[in-house]
């Protein structure tokens, strides 16, 4: 496993994303419709729906964002890449590039919800946290099951099947802890929240790097 | 199969232990003669026992009844002559107890809330060197809880359901990498028939549950955590066999199904042990409700309860073994078609 060859692959997933900016452009799109869905149907919205709805749409936007992550290229582009990297190398480099991808996705919604709507952020610090480790589990267990779908045919209904019960736990804990950023729940206590969080996310990137190798070799 | 035949039998008929289910009047006011009615579970009065009532306030005083009458065998007429509270307190929670030989010691914990009016009465506060002799019942029972009663009985099905449930997924899990290891299609075979022998475990689970919460909380379903944990570990599992029915190449759907419930074993991992702990429930163990440990559970019930857990896990795997001899079957004669 090579740093530099991680770093190359991330390089060339950007490079793939920005030659055909139709797939970025959509998910923004996907992300400017949907708020302003929400702003004319809600009237008001309030904090906690605020909250609520920042993480669905960003949910959901990373769900059609990431189900192609390995359906983008073709059968002997993979092959190549088979020879040339470590499968490790591979789901890392994608996780992370989606992970980046995912944080740009955030900001956006986050700058189109607080233009159309409202900006109930009090802790600006906690709130970041919360969608960089929301980022990184969402991106790991998405990664992951596009990975086992790569070669399916029914993609998006089966992405959707498999790994929306699985990123529950992290949603649920995301939605607490930016309760606390956006001043409506008072938890101190929502440093063990942030240690499980992480936990989570690390076990899953263990877990997803560990067996990716069985899934890439088909 | 003995086993599951033993802790279901002893689980249904060995009766509860006598206690205390209400009383007519809570509120106790001092300086004056207060008497109420008891209404007691599971106890036998044929009239010439000795019973005798304490009221007890802390670890050092308590207060003996002046007259205890039997009414029926679960009704009692209990007088108490209450002096001044010692102490500068102007309420304080006392504990019930009655004891006689024949039924041995009921108890109504801080049940009781006595009001300081200021007068004293005749009567006064015993301390602990002359303390009561507190009779014992004998014999196999289980323990009597308040708002438990006899759906303490619950604790033999639905509890080691999920511990079979999570045994099977683990050792579902275990086989999985075996498979992936060594490519042998039968161990994936057994994991996913373990699967779904598990996520039956696991639905059944859920409805002990649910009829339990009726009939205690109220509702089938709150919005419990440990609910909605278990809710959301089903459908992972339930997404698991959806991805299985969905894949036509038996290796591709072994590997990637594999794959699939070796991830879906590591987020389940958390949602049941982890995050119910950090968080208030209103099942038996948290948020003060009685549970497994301490008095709650005593040998009586670990008698029933840890046979159970073994019976339940054999009999997952029992139907495992059904569901692997039908799979075995069908590969067989699928093979022979493609000769």
């Known amino acids: ?218 | 199969m003995l086993i599951l035949l033993y802790a279901l039998v002893f689980g249904m008929l060995v009766p509860l232990k006598p206690g205390i289910e209400g009383l007519s009047k809570s509120v106790l006011k001092t300086g004056m003669t207060n008497s109420f009615q008891v209404n007691t579970y599971n106890t036998i009065y044929s009239g010439d026992e000795n019973q005798e009532a304490y009221l007890k306030i802390d670890s050092v005083h308590f207060l003996k009844a002046t007259q205890v009458e039997v009414l029926s065998n679960r009704q009692s007429t209990i007088t108490f002559d209450l002096p001044s509270l010692p102490g500068t307190d102007s309420l304080k929670y006392a504990t019930l107890l009655i004891t006689d030989q024949e039924n041995g010691t009921i108890v109504y914990p801080e049940g009781i809330v006595i009001k300081e009016t200021g007068t004293d009465s005749n009567s006064s506060w015993s301390t602990l060197e002359n303390g009561p002799t507190l009779y014992k019942k004998t014999g196999f029972l289980f323990p009597y809880r308040n708002l438990l009663v006899e759906s303490i009985r619950n604790t033999f099905y639905h509890i080691p359901l999920w511990f079979a449930m999570f045994i099977l997924f683990f050792a579902a899990m275990i086989l999985n990498i075996k498979y992936l290891v060594k490519k042998k299609l039968d161990d994936d075979h057994k994991a996913s028939s373990l699967i779904y022998a598990g996520i039956l475990m696991g639905i059944l689970g859920l409805i002990t549950g649910s009829l339990w919460a009726k009939d205690t909380w109220g509702a089938y379903w709150t919005s419990d955590v440990k609910l909605n944990m278990s809710a959301i570990s089903m459908m992972i599992y339930l997404a698991y066999w959806i991805l299985r029915s969905s894949i036509e190449d038996i290796d591709k759907k072994a590997r990637l199904s594999s794959t699939y419930s070796i991830f879906a074993f590591f987020t389940i991992v958390p949602l049941i042990f982890v995050i119910p702990r950090i968080t208030d429930s209103l099942h038996p163990g948290n948020g003060g409700n009685p549970a497994l440990g301490g008095e709650d559970m005593d040998h009586t019930m670990r008698m029933v309860f840890y046979p159970a857990i073994i019976g339940f896990t054999l009999l997952g795997v029992w139907i495992a073994q059904i569901i692997l001899r039908l799979k075995r079957v069908r590969e067989k004669w699928f093979l022979k078609m493609m000769d």
């Open chain 1, 1 to 218: 496993m090579k740093l530099s060859r991680i770093y190359s692959l991330i390089l060339k997933d950007i490079k793939t994303e920005l030659r055909d900016k139709y797939a970025i452009g959509a998910i923004i799109l996907y992300v400017i419709t949907s708020t302003f869905i929400v702003y004319k149907s809600f009237q008001t919205v309030t904090v906690m729906a605020w909250n609520v709805l920042f993480w669905i749409i960003f949910l959901f936007a990373a769900l059609s964002a990431l189900v192609k992550s390995f359906a983008q290229e073709s059968k002997s582009q993979y092959l190549y890449y088979y020879q040339v990297a470590h499968p490790g190398e591979i789901i890392i480099a994608k996780i992370i590039y989606n992970v980046l991808m995912l944080l740009i996705v955030s900001l956006i919604l986050y700058f189109v919800l607080v233009v159309f709507t409202i900006n109930p952020v009090v802790d600006l610090n906690l709130f970041f946290l919360s969608i960089f480790l929301g980022a990184i589990g969402v991106s790991t267990c998405f990664t992951f099951v596009a990975s086992i779908l790569s070669t399916q045919n029914n993609q998006s209904t089966m992405m959707a099947i498999l790994s929306l019960p699985l990123i529950i736990p992290i949603l649920l804990l995301l939605i607490k802890l930016s309760g606390n950023a956006l001043g409506i729940l008072q938890d101190t206590s929502y440093n063990s929240d942030l240690l499980l969080l992480v936990g989570i996310d690390s076990i899953l990137f263990g877990v997803a790097v560990i067996i990716f190798p069985v899934v890439w070799r088909s």
